[in-house]
């Protein structure tokens, strides 16, 4: 029984040495798969990326020459309605000075008339009293003749 012992015992270390052995192997082997599929899933991930990464470079050109588009139409636009405000501003200010010397003009053709009204009003004015008293020196006359008329008779 102890040979039988002592030989179970080399059986089982023989076993365990196996296992030992082929657990290594396994592992190994195991290790080696994992390592490989590691580099395959991160070149499939480097591609994937590099792809997403075209995408988006793309994706961002277009959105930023649209923007861009965009931006620079609105500029146009922008300078077009500032043109317009120039040229409304300029028109308006060649209006005010026009108005201006209208209105200039209008008070000295109003201080004339007014002075030659003022100088006809004189003059009618001056006429009516020439007439009124050529008018009263008359009646005067009149009125004495007719005293003197019938006075004397």
């Known amino acids: 029984d102890a040979e039988t012992a002592s030989l179970r015992a ?3 270390e023989l076993n365990v040495s196996g296992l030992n052995t082929k657990l290594q192997d396994t592992s190994s082997a195991l290790a080696s798969e994992t390592q490989q599929a ?3 899933a991160t070149s499939v991930l480097e591609g994937k990326l590099e792809d997403l990464s075209g995408q988006l470079r793309t994706e961002i050109r277009t959105t930023a020459d649209a ?3 965009s931006l620079r139409a609105g500029i146009r636009e922008l300078k077009d309605k500032l043109m317009l405000v120039d040229e409304s501003t300029g028109r308006l200010m ?3 000075e026009a108005s201006n010397a209208a209105m200039n003009e209008l008070r000295s053709i109003t201080a004339a008339q007014l002075s030659e009204v003022g100088k006809q009003f004189q003059a009618g ?5 020439e007439v009124t008293a050529s008018a009263v020196d008359e009646k005067v006359a009149d009125l004495r003749s007719n005293l003197h008329e019938t006075a004397e008779s």
């Open 94 to 96: 060649q209006g005010q």
């Open 125 to 129: 004015l001056q006429t009516l009293e």
């Open 67 to 69: 923007e861009t588009a």
């Open 38 to 40: 590691i580099r395959d």
């Open 10 to 12: 080399q059986i089982e």
